[in-house]
């Protein structure tokens, strides 16, 4: 069974950039995997943030980015500020049709 | 505005069976297929099944097979998740979410979550 890995945490100062991955188990991360990222804060729904790799989703500040870095997806944020605390999860697309959701990564702005 | 509205959680023994609603508005229902999300206490998001547009097609997460059975009105623009044989790890908040109309394989719309309590 295919895994998406993320960094369990990340801690970045205000002001700083920070690159957190999305990798897979077994292989490399692709375009045709369409990485996505979604931003999550306690108690609400997760928000979209990038799509098809490196798209902002509509209002997301532009200091959020994604890309392919290697063999994993990634999305950089650039000039961090307080309330980029969240957690983050990617989530690839298989070939086979289903998504798969990485374990996430909390970021702490500090 | 687009909305995703989900109803029908709540406290459940194990093995008991529950069937979750999502209602649609703002949006063409049927032009876009949709998922559901689930997140356990404390932990991650958990992709579980995505249906269609049409509702002609479905695909499941390993953990969803055989138990979980996506489903869709579009006369009624609502979305379903009929759920059975349910476990004390069922415990989740369960989102649904639209999928994107490019292809483009992303979540573009979520609702605000209906809490599942699998407890005796």
């Known amino acids: 069974q295919t895994v998406v890995i993320q960094e369990p945490s990340f801690s970045v100062s205000p002001g700083g950039t920070v690159t957190l991955t999305c990798g897979l188990s077994s292989g490399s991360v692709s375009t045709t995997s369409y990485p996505s990222w979604y931003q999550q804060t306690p108690g609400q729904a997760p928000r979209t943030l990038i799509y098809s790799t490196n798209t902002r989703s509509s209002g997301v500040p532009d200091r959020f980015s994604g890309s392919i870095l290697g063999n994993k997806a990634a999305l950089t944020i650039t000039g961090a500020q307080a309330d980029d605390e969240s957690d983050y999860y990617c989530v690839l697309y298989m070939a086979s049709g289903i998504s798969v959701f990485g374990g996430g990564t909390k970021l702490t702005v500090l | 505005e687009v909305q995703l509205l989900e109803f029908g959680g709540g406290l459940v023994q194990p093995g008991g069976s529950l069937r979750l609603s999502c209602a649609a508005s703002?949006?063409?229902?049927?032009?876009?297929?949709m998922s559901w999300v689930r997140q356990a206490p404390g932990k991650g998001l958990e992709w579980l099944s995505v249906?269609?547009?049409?509702?002609?097609?479905?695909k499941s997460a390993d953990s969803a097979k055989g138990r979980f059975t996506i489903s869709r009105d579009n006369s009624k623009d609502t979305l379903y998740l009929q759920m059975s044989s349910l476990r004390a790890e069922d415990t989740a908040v369960y989102y649904c979410?639209?999928?994107?109309?490019?292809?483009?394989?992303?979540?573009?719309?979520w609702g605000q979550g209906t809490l599942v309590t699998v407890s005796s």
């Open positions: 979410a639209r999928r994107d109309y490019s292809g483009r394989h992303y979540f573009d719309c």
């Open positions: 703002g949006f063409t229902f049927s032009n876009y297929g």
């Open positions: 249906i269609s547009g049409s509702g002609g097609s479905t």
